[in-house]
């Protein structure tokens, strides 16, 4: 029901944009979430958006580099990611959360949904 794209291969400074579209349910009224897990460490919170887009919180890491959006007439949330750096190499999962506002920080275990992971990699 969620479909991550975007990932890819870039170099550091690069930019990418991901891109999670929802079907079957819009989840337009719930706040939704981006984390990322590396490979060998746990999985961690990125950012997320209230249900009207009005809130955002990023985890400090990735403080004016990237940006959550979404778009609720295409059921998709955004993550902009500029100023790419080899430690934002992960994969990245779109996540809907139980909750309709942004609380800072999200933890996993509040969200009800997860897309499949798409893949971001960042060379030096």
Known sequence: QLQASGGGLV??????RLSCAASGRTFSNYAKN?????????REFVAV??????STYYTN?????????R???????Y???????PE?????FCAVDRRTG???????SAMVYWGKGTQVTVSS
Do not use: C
């Open 11 to 16: 170099q550091a400074g690069g930019s990418l």
């Open 34 to 42: 981006w984390f990322r897990q590396a490979p060998g460490k746990e």
């Open 49 to 54: 958006i209230s249900h009207s887009g009005s």
């Open 61 to 69: 890491s990735v403080k004016g580099r990237f940006t959550i959006s």
């Open 71 to 77: 778009d609720n007439a295409k059921s998709t949330v």
């Open 79 to 85: 993550l902009q990611m500029n100023s790419l750096k």
């Open 88 to 92: 934002d190499t992960a994969t990245y």
């Open 102 to 108: 942004v609380y800072g920080s999200s933890a996993s």
